[in-house]
Antibody, heavy 118, light 106 residues
């Protein structure tokens, strides 16, 4: 069974960089035909895809956030990470990591709340 | 970006009811459309992919249909565990989601 677990600070100051890591078990992030991505959800609102990294290491990002988002990976630890720069209160949300195949998300992490506040 | 619009935004129904949720894409997405169910405090769960294919383990009372720009999710006979928020998501371009439909008990 594939499992994903987000980790990182729950509180980030405005203008700083939010960094989260997703640890994957039950699958390899460097094999198969999968994307490994990040999705966020502000409280009481809908879902927004931030970007993803393919098993080859190539990345795609949400055009509206592209200038602030970086997704990278550490294959030796079977982890991938999200960096979101210059955060504001609008970036406060639950952040999910997820596995995507053929455009559908079949496995999700439990989510982690990140609050942007001074 | 392809915009996804769901209707209604909220819906009240009773156990045993048949309900339909609609999702409209801002351009033709063929059948690159998925549906998810989300319960409070939980991650979304994939219900249907490719507009009409039931994800493994999902009850057959859930049915998806449509192609092009107009899609529907139908629950044939609501069960207590079906009260949740439902999202459509397109994968024709960069992934985008509808705004959600909150289904609650009448």
């Amino acid at each position: 069974q594939v499992q994903l677990q987000e980790s990182g600070p729950g509180l980030v100051k405005p203008s700083q960089t939010l960094t989260l890591t997703c640890t994957v078990s039950g699958d390899s992030i460097s094999s198969g035909s999968y994307y490994w991505g990040w999705i966020r959800q502000p409280a009481g609102k809908g879902l927004e895809s931030l970007g993803r990294i393919y098993t080859s290491g190539s990345t795609t990002y949400n055009p509206s956030l592209k200038s602030r988002v970086t997704i990278s990976r550490d294959t030796s630890k079977n982890q991938f990470s999200l960096e979101l720069s210059s955060v504001t209160a609008a970036d406060t949300a639950v952040y999910y990591c997820a596995r995507e195949i053929h455009g559908r998300i079949d496995f999700w992490g439990q989510g982690t709340l990140v609050t942007v506040s001074s | 970006d392809i915009q996804m619009t769901q209707s209604p935004s909220s819906l009240s129904a009773s156990v045993g009811d048949r309900v339909t949720i609609t999702c409209r894409a801002s351009e033709n997405i063929n059948t690159y459309l998925n549906w998810y169910q989300q319960k409070p405090g939980k991650a979304p769960m994939l219900l249907i992919y490719g507009a009409s294919t039931l994800q493994s383990g999902v009850p057959s009372r859930f049915r998806g249909s449509g192609s092009g720009t107009d899609f529907t999710l139908t629950i044939s006979s609501l069960q207590p565990e079906d009260f949740a928020t439902y999202y459509c998501q397109q994968n024709y371009g960069s992934l985008t989601f509808g705004q959600g439909t909150n289904l609650d008990i009448k």
